[in-house]
């Protein structure tokens, strides 16, 4: 895929990876169709989208809502064009145990809400922005890409029984669509990345980011832009699909 004029959806765009990839699509002459619940953020965020390309713009969804998704699609569709690429990145943590207890005394369980609540986001609303990229594509017979962000977290990991079953599933989706949709020339992949410079792990105590870094043979936590940039690779080659590009810094849970 060239990126010149395509028109590009990536969810939860207006933060971290979500942010890092768009400004790197904009930079690179696509038209960004930017998702997010925040409104604030997400404007802010597509304004420096526009100071590379005037064709990018801000989206104010809720992936978890089917009617909400068709509704964002054809928006897109409207205002910028045939869609050519999706970046499902949109995700929410919500960490627990499945149960804490001592000394044989349960002391607090992760609820439904916090199972559900990441599921919804996480896994659901990757099944709906996919279902209806690959619709909009077949229809307008755009040879298209669909990437879905999974994570290191999907082997399983303490503390995530709802983050990893969710993030297990992207990349369970994402071998299904590079076999069903092959056919119309749409392409699936995905990126697992580990620990990257995000948000959450700069408010991390220093004493914790240590550790955590500790455990990355390379070191280092990933930068935004290095995300950004294998993002671009798999919409550049064509012959990359149906695989999970891991992005770990060689970290293993």
Do not use: H
Not at 53 to 59: G, I, K
Not at 67 to 90: Q, Y
């Amino acid at each position: 895929m060239k990126f010149k004029d395509q028109v590009i959806v990536v969810t939860g765009a207006a933060r971290g990876l979500g942010k890092a990839t768009a400004l790197a699509l904009a930079k690179k002459g696509a038209k960004v169709a930017l998702v997010d619940v925040s409104l604030e953020a997400l404007e802010q965020t597509v304004e420096q989208c526009q100071q590379f390309n005037p064709d990018c713009s801000a989206y104010l969804y809720d992936i978890t809502e089917e009617d909400n998704v068709a509704e964002l699609f054809n928006a897109v569709e409207n205002d910028l064009g045939a869609v050519s690429g999706l970046v499902n990145n949109a995700g929410i943590l919500r960490d627990a145990l499945l149960v804490k207890a001592k000394d044989g005394n349960i002391l607090d369980r992760m609820s439904l809400d916090q199972w559900q609540s990441v599921i919804d986001v996480n896994l659901t609303g990757v099944f709906l922005c996919g279902r209806e990229a690959a619709s909009k594509m077949i229809e307008s017979g755009t040879r298209g890409v669909i990437i879905n962000i999974s994570s290191v977290s999907r082997a399983g990991n303490a503390g995530q029984s709802n983050y990893a079953a969710a993030k297990a599933g992207v990349a369970a989706l994402t071998v299904t669509w590079a076999k069903e949709l092959a056919r119309f020339g749409i392409r699936s992949a995905g990126i697992a990345p580990g620990v990257f410079e995000t948000d959450m792990v700069a408010a991390m105590k220093p004493e914790a980011r240590a550790r955590f870094t500790a455990a990355i043979p390379a070191g280092r936590t990933g930068e935004l832009d290095e995300l950004a940039s294998a993002v671009e690779f798999i919409l550049q080659n064509d012959y990359y699909n149906g695989r999970i590009l891991e992005l770990d810094g060689g970290l293993r849970l």
